[in-house]
């Protein structure tokens, strides 16, 4: 059974700082892998999706990054801001059809 | 804009009463999914329908009921049967098409009276 994990569960920073958030999975035989953010209280927004042929996929100042062989994938951000303080969670696509598998996020704050 | 819409954003139950979240999208996606969330806890799932008039249970299916007469359209009801029904309800839907990302309403927040 697939198992996502992300370290660590929390993450304080100042601003301007750039910063890589960590995501393993024990299964490498994926479909695809998500990078989403969640705000207090609301509902998650996708930021970028790495298909499993992929290596890295990149939006402004995020680049995420995915090694299947080492069940790994990174999302670095870039000159952080408070604005970037929330939870970002990745989830993995085992097969495409199949729902997605969560890990438990790492809450991001960052400091003026 | 396209989008999934959830209602109500606050929802409060009574003991032994049943409620009904709703899950609008507009988005044409051929799949949707219910989560929970409770803190600490990351986001489990509580059901999904890849077409319409089929689901499938979740990991955490005990308690909730739903259906999918429409596609746009699927309601979670949250029975007496669940005693601890209080977290964070999200809906989700995506795409059957290849790589598609999946999109989040916003939640409803159930709390017991």
């Known amino acids: 059974k697939q198992e996502v994990t992300q370290i660590p569960a929390a993450l304080s920073v100042p601003e301007g700082e750039n910063l890589v958030l960590n995501c393993s999975f024990t299964d490498s035989a994926i479909y695809n892998l998500q990078w989403f953010r969640q705000d207090p209280g609301k509902g998650l927004t996708s930021l970028l999706l790495i298909q499993s042929s992929q290596r890295e996929q990149t939006s402004g100042r995020l680049n995420a990054s995915l090694d299947k062989s080492s069940g790994r994938s990174t999302l670095y951000i870039a000159a952080s801001q408070p604005g970037d303080s929330a939870t970002y969670l990745c989830a993995v696509n085992p097969s495409g059809n199949t729902p997605l598998v969560f890990g438990k996020g790492t809450r991001l704050s960052v400091i003026a | 804009d396209g989008g999934i819409t959830q209602s109500p954003k606050y929802l409060f139950r009574k003991e032994g009463q049943n409620v009904t979240l709703s899950c609008e999208q507009n988005?044409?996606?051929?799949?949707m999914y219910w989560y929970r969330q409770d803190p600490g806890q990351g986001l489990r799932l509580i059901y999904y329908s890849q077409i319409v008039n089929d689901f499938q249970k979740g990991d955490i299916a005990e308690g909730y009921s739903v259906s999918r007469e429409k596609k746009e359209s699927f309601p979670l009801t949250v029975t007496s049967a669940q005693k601890n029904p209080t977290a964070f309800y999200l809906c989700?839907?995506?795409?059957?098409?290849?790589?598609?990302?999946?999109?989040f309403g916003d939640g409803t927040r159930l709390s017991i009276l």
């Open positions: 989700a839907s995506r795409s059957g098409q290849r790589h598609q990302p999946q999109h």
């Open positions: 988005l044409n996606h051929d799949a």
